[in-house]
Every structure is written in structure tokens, then in C-alpha cells.
């Protein structure tokens, strides 16, 4: 009876240590996962800070710009007035380029303003992983993980991306005007599905996809477009899958206004 009693009470203590360390093991890898996902999260907005401080310093170096020059043109014209016309041609010229200066300017503060508006009303969507805003060819771009939107070689939209789509959506309507490109992009894995001869099919599918939820939520479809660009536009090496993961994604490209195509001469 002894002996029984003491096999009952060592299996128990076994039993509860083996237990204990499965939740301390388990509480260890909860911390590094969540110690990840704050490094990813100070990392994005170590970068969105980056991006606002560039466009400051920009902004600044532009009305330094402006405010020499208009010294330099006053001080021609000053001058232009002892030498009886002799500077007009060149009056003339750094005119034109205060002009085109000044309206960079503007353009350059509305992209800053832009910026931080977005930032601001699609935090939660960015500090979630479930988009980014991101300056590309001097454009920006929100970019949307593939695994965000779509199971792998589907066009169907999943819940979450159902959310983060109706979040953008509700911006896009408060920018009248605006036109928008939303364009799907792969890997260079060629897609192994009976229902998309390529990623080309695949990648177009996914952008029309995109553009109809939009004008469900309530994105008036005559400022959207969609493109497919498969494998062709990567942002990263195709080489690694993690390099893979960031080229399989969803872009919304704010397209430039007309205003906004400023040529600052030399």
C-alpha cells in the first residue's frame, strides 16, 4: 500500500514538473514572438519616421533655395537698373525657376501632408503588419502582403484583408480627385493552378479583385485602374523566401496630379 502510494505521489510530482515546463517553454517562446513583432514594429516606424524627417529637411532646403534666389533676382534687378536692361534675359530666367520652385514647394508640402494623414488614420492597419506606406519612384505606395489578401494561387479576398481594404477604402473616398493604380506582383515561381495559365493571369485577377471591393466600399471607380505586373517589378531578391514573401504583394499607387509633374530646372 505504501509502495503504491508513493508511485502515485512521484507520477504526480513528474507529472506537474512536466506540465510546469511545458508552460514555461511555452511562456519563453510567447516572449520571443512578441520581443519579434515589437522589433518589426520599431523597426516600421524607426522607417515611416525616416520618411517624414527626409521630407522635412527637404522642405526646408527648398525655401532656402527659394529665399536665395529671390535675393539674387532682387539684387539683379537692382543692378539691371544701372546697367540699363543689360540683365533682363537673366531676370527672366531665374523667374521662371522661382516659379517653378515655389510650386515644387507646394507640391512637396502636399506629399509631406499626405503622408502624415495616411500614417495617422491607417495606423492600426500598419502597426498590425497588415500594410505599408512606403515612397517608391517618388510616388507612395501602400503595399499589402499577399498572405494579408489572398491563400496561395486564389483570387478571393480573406477576412483580413476584407478589413484592411475597407480601412483603405474609407480614405481613398476622402481624396476627390485622386487617381489610384492598384496592381498585383508575384514571386518568379511559376503558379502550379488549373485556373491561371501564369502569374501574369494571376497577378491581374488579384488587382481587378482588389479594385471591385474598393468600389463595393464605396471608391468611385473612375478614379481606379488595375495592372498586373507578375514577376516583372520586384522590391526584393527572388533568391531567399523571404525576399519571395515581399515581392508576393498588392500595391495602391497614389498617381501624380498634372500639377504635381514639376520640372525644376538646373
Request: one cysteine or more; a neutral charge.
Amino acid at each position: 500500500m505504501k509502495t503504491i502510494l508513493l508511485l502515485t505521489v512521484s507520477a504526480s510530482v513528474l507529472l506537474g514538473g512536466c506540465v510546469s515546463k511545458n508552460k514555461y517553454d511555452q511562456a519563453v517562446a510567447q516572449t520571443e514572438i512578441t520581443r519579434a513583432e515589437l522589433a518589426k514594429k520599431e523597426l516600421l516606424l524607426g522607417e515611416r519616421n525616416g520618411i517624414i524627417q527626409q521630407s522635412s529637411a527637404e522642405l526646408e532646403q527648398r525655401k532656402d533655395d527659394i529665399a536665395k534666389l529671390k535675393v539674387e533676382i532682387a539684387q539683379l534687378i537692382q543692378l539691371d537698373k544701372s546697367l540699363k536692361g543689360e540683365h533682363r534675359v537673366r531676370i527672366g530666367e531665374l523667374q521662371r525657376r522661382l516659379v517653378q520652385l515655389e510650386a515644387a514647394q507646394r507640391a512637396a508640402e502636399w506629399r509631406a501632408q499626405i503622408y502624415k494623414d495616411l500614417t495617422l488614420k491607417l495606423k492600426k492597419q500598419i502597426d498590425d503588419g497588415d500594410l505599408e506606406l512606403v515612397i517608391r519612384q517618388g510616388r507612395m505606395v501602400l503595399q499589402l502582403p499577399d498572405d494579408v489578401l489572398f491563400d496561395s494561387g486564389r483570387t478571393e479576398l480573406k477576412p483580413a484583408g476584407k478589413e484592411a481594404l475597407a480601412a483603405i477604402a474609407t480614405v481613398l473616398a476622402t481624396m476627390p480627385g485622386r487617381q489610384f493604380q492598384v496592381s498585383g506582383h508575384t514571386d518568379n515561381v511559376p503558379i502550379n493552378n488549373a485556373r491561371f495559365a501564369s502569374n501574369w493571369e494571376l497577378s491581374s485577377g488579384r488587382a481587378l479583385r482588389v479594385v471591385h471591393y474598393l468600389v463595393g466600399q464605396g471608391v468611385s471607380e473612375s478614379v481606379l485602374s488595375a495592372a498586373g505586373y507578375s514577376e516583372t517589378d520586384p522590391i526584393a531578391t527572388n533568391a531567399t523566401p523571404d525576399g519571395r514573401k515581399k515581392n508576393r504583394r498588392t500595391e495602391i499607387t497614389l498617381q501624380p496630379n498634372i500639377d504635381e509633374l514639376v520640372e525644376i530646372p538646373e
